[in-house]
């Protein structure tokens, strides 16, 4: 099995959460963002990166003083999968954009992106994270749709060959 680290920022504990979750069912490394150096991401064959969108639609700040890094990385043969917290309602016109950001800088850094989502089943009315039909990556929604999480975790890892 590849070595796989799941990296996370996170402010209310949500997306700490989750990605704990992620991290025991695939027995891989948990790393919060912010001690994180973008040489050590070279590690791992795979990372799944997961950031709540904070405000209107901005990068959770942990991330966003991480991405200089993360864009100068060479993540070059190194599968990424993001995943990102949103609340589709109250904020409908901005709903899960920070995987766009996220989606940007692992792609600027070579990485090859994988586990797109698709965009059926929320009610939101923009995002930055949708390229055609599909999210960027795993869209979750704690306020409004907690009750899903886990059967779309589950269906998202298997999609990629991680599930258990």
């Known amino acids: 099995m590849a070595t796989i680290a799941v990296i996370y920022g996170s402010d209310t504990g949500n997306t700490r959460r989750i990605s704990e979750i992620i991290a025991a069912r ?11 150096s973008a040489d050590s991401l070279t590690d791992y ?7 709540p969108t904070v405000n209107q639609g901005e990068l959770q700040p942990d991330w966003d ?3 200089p890094d993360l864009e100068d990385a060479d993540l070059s043969g190194i599968r990424v999968a993001l995943f990102g917290l949103g609340d589709q309602k109250e904020y409908g016109d901005t709903f899960v954009d920070a995987l766009d950001n996220l989606a940007e800088a692992v792609e600027q850094s070579g990485a090859e992106l994988v586990g797109q989502w698709p965009v059926e089943g929320y009610e939101f009315t923009e995002s930055r994270a949708v390229r055609g039909n599909h999210f960027v990556g795993l869209a979750l929604d704690e306020d409004n749709q907690p009750e899903l999480t886990g059967q779309r975790l589950q269906q998202w890892l298997e ?5 258990n």
Not at 26 to 36: G, H, I, N, P, Y
């Open 45 to 51: 064959e795979m990372l799944i990166m997961g950031a």
């Open 159 to 163: 999609s990629m060959n991680l599930g």
């Open 26 to 36: 695939l027995k891989a490394d948990c790393l919060d963002v912010a001690d994180c």
């Open 65 to 67: 003083y991480f991405m």
